[in-house]
């Protein structure tokens, strides 16, 4: 096998790319960062009025808005069939949709602890499923599920001592796990049939509100190795790697991307 150019193994040109949630916080670097690596991608979401205030401005010549809602299956599947009708393949599918509701950790009910679960791992296994039988007649396919640092550690609660608004709930730590599980599995599962399935796992990236307290910053700040919190930018070269070539013969890997916040 002739050995491949460094930077064509980085490269997405020609790659399908779907992403659940990506005209967020995160989800809109993580695209964005696809894009500059000439993937073809598609977000999928139920605001097309908010992908295009994300993506204003932007070079927008390969991506495309694909209605869906990722909490339920019959809008899962009829995105899913849109996409593959359009663009003739799936390659990639990123699972960094989430919803949650409720976060103080010892009044959940019963109903807001269930929609967490399904905010986080119940949505990365509908659309994991649903995406299958594409990648399966393709006979190849990578999954991204995205996790987060406290499905890994617990929350260290001194951090929300002084702003308990920002509190992390107990459902969204549980599904997280759940997600790193899911990826774990599924690249079992899946491994002999050329289906990569690998996860990515950001540490403290707080969005605006949260960056409008400059003590809860300084707070996180303290914790993490590297001395500052996580900018969107720095996701997506995490999301790129697994994306392409480079990544073909790694499944089943959690990849932390956490300032280090983990390995205390």
């Given amino acids: 096998m002739a050995p491949l150019d460094p930077v064509s193994l980085f490269s997405l040109r020609h790659q399908v790319v779907l992403i659940t949630g990506g005209y967020g916080h995160l989800g809109r670097a993580v695209v964005l960062g696809l894009l500059a690596h000439e993937a073809t991608v598609v977000v999928i979401g139920r605001r097309e009025e908010q992908f295009a205030a994300a993506f204003q401005g932007a070079d927008t010549s390969n991506l495309y808005f694909q209605p869906g809602d990722v909490a339920d299956t019959v809008s899962v599947q009829t995105a899913f069939a849109a996409c593959q009708a359009r663009f003739g393949a799936i390659d990639v599918l990123i699972n960094n949709a989430f919803y949650s509701k409720g976060n103080q950790p010892d009044q959940l009910t019963d109903e807001e602890f269930a929609f967490g679960l399904d905010g986080s791992v119940g949505s990365a ?6 995406v299958l039988p594409y990648m399966r007649q393709q006979g190849r396919g990578k999954v991204i599920n995205v996790a987060s640092m406290y499905g890994v550690v617990a929350p260290d609660f001194g951090a929300y001592h002084a702003t308990p608004q920002f509190i992390n709930p107990p459902h969204y730590g549980a599904a997280k796990a759940g997600v790193i599980q899911l990826t774990k599995y599924f690249a079992s599962y899946l491994g002999p049939e050329n289906i990569q399935v690998n996860c990515v796992t950001p540490g403290a990236f707080p969005g605006s509100g949260a960056q ?11 914790r993490i190795p590297l001395g500052r919190i996580g900018q969107p930018e720095d996701l997506a070269g995490a999301f790129v790697f697994l994306s392409s070539r480079a990544a073909d013969f790694v499944t089943g890997h959690n990849l932390v991307v956490d300032g280090g916040w983990t390995i205390r």
């Fill in 125 to 130: 296994y509908r659309c994991l499923r649903e």
């Fill in 212 to 222: 409008a307290h400059p003590a809860f910053i300084r707070e996180l700040e303290q």
